[in-house]
């Protein structure tokens, strides 16, 4: 079981930066895949960026070149740094995690363990 807290979401002008924070407390193994997604409003969820337990990263080419995801796995801890930021990339963006399947890959209903949010608003 894990249990995963986002943080570091707040309210900026475009060309801002921020950096989400996605702390995961239980079994190590349960976050080897982890990611961010985000879901604005009308919209689906959809995949920001993964990354796997061999270190394999991938991005949506909307936010390539300008956010960059990390894992620090001593704290079990994964990051989002999102510099230039513009007001498309305003919405609540939620830390995934899953023992067995990549992030970039899976279904998103057959991913373990959400967490529950951090709001991103980006004004012009």
């Known amino acids: 079981q894990v249990h995963l807290v986002e943080s570091g979401g707040g309210s900026v002008q475009a060309g801002g930066s921020l950096r989400l924070t996605c702390t995961a407390s239980?079994?190590?193994?349960?976050?080897?895949?982890m990611g961010w997604f985000r879901q604005a409003p009308g919209k689906e969820r959809e995949k920001v960026a993964t990354i796997d337990r061999d270190g394999r990263i991938d991005y949506d080419d909307s936010v390539k070149g300008r956010f960059t995801i990390s894992k620090d796995n001593a704290k079990n801890t994964l990051y989002l740094q999102m510099n230039n930021l513009k007001p498309e990339d305003t919405a609540m963006y939620y830390c995934?995690?899953?023992?067995?399947?990549?992030?970039?890959?899976?279904?998103?209903?057959?991913?373990?363990?959400w967490g529950q949010g951090t709001q991103v608003t980006v004004s012009s």
């Open positions: 995934a995690a899953d023992p067995l399947v990549s992030l970039w890959v899976a279904r998103q209903s057959a991913i373990g363990y």
């Open positions: 239980g079994n190590p193994f349960s976050t080897n895949y």
